[in-house]
DNA sequence: GCGCCGTAGACTGTAGGCGAAAGACAATTC
DNA sequence: GAATTGTCTTTCGCCTACAGTCTACGGCGC
């Protein structure tokens, strides 16, 4: 399986080839929808949008379709596709199911993770400390997702991963408010997550997972009032 | 609200109206891929589809590009659709997944469950033993899927739910040959859960749950001797 | 004989168009 | 004046057509 060339294998670019058109409508739609430029309810006509894209509509089409298996968009028959707007319920039952998937992966993870592995994530700890630090709200909130991330990779279950991920944007969708807010606590949990992982505690690994996700609920409960 | 025509409110059949095509179309290679009678890894070609079913391309894509969002089929760039060609490993990730999901339906169904729910479940439960003893394999299956059904639509998590529906359906798919054999002491096992459930007990029911569905996974493994 | 290149076929990706259903609004009737 | 009905516009669902891309096979040079 080498390669004849001479060429190393990852160097080349790959020839940058803009994927199919579908996609990049789903990727385009689904930040507008993520940055609420889309508010939840409005009607998306298909004519309209493949305008504004300057595609037609048929790429168009089957982005909907796919936002609409993952629950962004509701497509009523004969009338079109809509923002999907969520309920209080569903917020919650969301919450519900990601605590589930990321408290299975911290279990996971702690089972399976190397010591390599574990270096990384006290490294992905720091950096997230040093933005929280600097008062780096985005910088933070990515490093929170690429750590979250990392423990799922660790559990080495791509079908959990696939579920964790597609719950994990709806959560942060319907919690961008929130979100933002949980800065200094967060990242004593994470230390916590990765102590627990490090000792191969699977156990106080998943219950401290479980704990840390639940807080964003108890938030968001207390928000309301 | 009072209709001025006197016709009886429900008795009208609704005028039975063939949803729309993409679905049908959808259904109909649902269908085809889980009896096998379209083969894992096989190419699935759009015109051909189409001609077989009697309906253009376009919906034949658009059913293609839902079946790939649910993992049943691979959809490579300028290549086409193919049968999903389900791995030794990624049958167990699902399998764990699947657990985890149960697992938890059962504990909520035992936090939510009315005495009237539990009955119902009796009633499967005796339906589904009487099966058994009259060797209706395919009717044992049924109501083994509506004994889960049932427990799922008490947890009252309606996210929970359409995971849990589309990773069973999958795990039935990669099991066929298997779940076809557990008979008897599987509904011991659902004995036992309704039992858990009726007592409330959150504890019995996720540990007798996560027990009934690894066994399913074990008589996979001891297959393969 | 072996390997490379070019060409042809097949299939997908995208665009545009036609018929039909749903909703809105105005005209009509009681 | 209220309800109903007819019409009209908007938008979707589906079909057909065309362009781009990948694969396979046969010819050509080494």
Same sequence: chains 1, 2.
Avoid at 59 to 73: F, K, M, N, Y
Avoid at 188 to 210: K, N, S
């Amino acid at each position: 399986m080498l390669s004849t060339t001479g060429l190393p294998q990852g160097a080349v670019p790959k020839l940058e080839r803009p994927g199919p058109l579908r996609d990049r409508v789903y990727e385009a739609l689904l930040e507008l929808i993520t940055t609420r430029a889309l508010q939840p309810g409005q009607h998306l006509v298909e004519s309209e949008l493949a305008g504004h894209l300057g595609v037609s509509r048929q790429p168009v089409r089957e982005a909907l379709q796919r936002l609409s298996t993952e629950g962004w968009v509701d497509l009523r028959p004969a009338q079109g596709a809509f923002v999907h707007e969520p309920t209080e319920e569903e917020a919650d039952q969301l919450l519900t199911v990601r605590t589930l998937l990321e408290a299975e992966a911290a279990r996971l993870a702690a089972t399976h993770a190397g010591t390599e592995a574990i270096t990384a994530l006290e490294e992905l700890c720091e950096e997230g400390e040093r933005a929280v630090a600097a008062d780096d709200v985005d910088g933070a909130v990515a490093m929170n997702a690429r750590l979250h991330a990392k423990v799922m990779e660790l559990a080495g279950n791509k079908v959990l991963a696939e579920l964790a991920a597609q719950v994990d944007r709806r959560v942060r969708w319907y919690y961008t408010p929130v979100a933002r807010q949980r800065g200094h606590q967060s990242w004593i949990e994470h230390r916590e997550l990765i102590a627990a992982i490090a000792d191969r505690d699977e156990q106080r690994a998943t219950a401290v997972m479980r704990a840390h996700t639940e807080h964003t609920r108890k938030m968001y409960h207390e928000r309301e009032n």
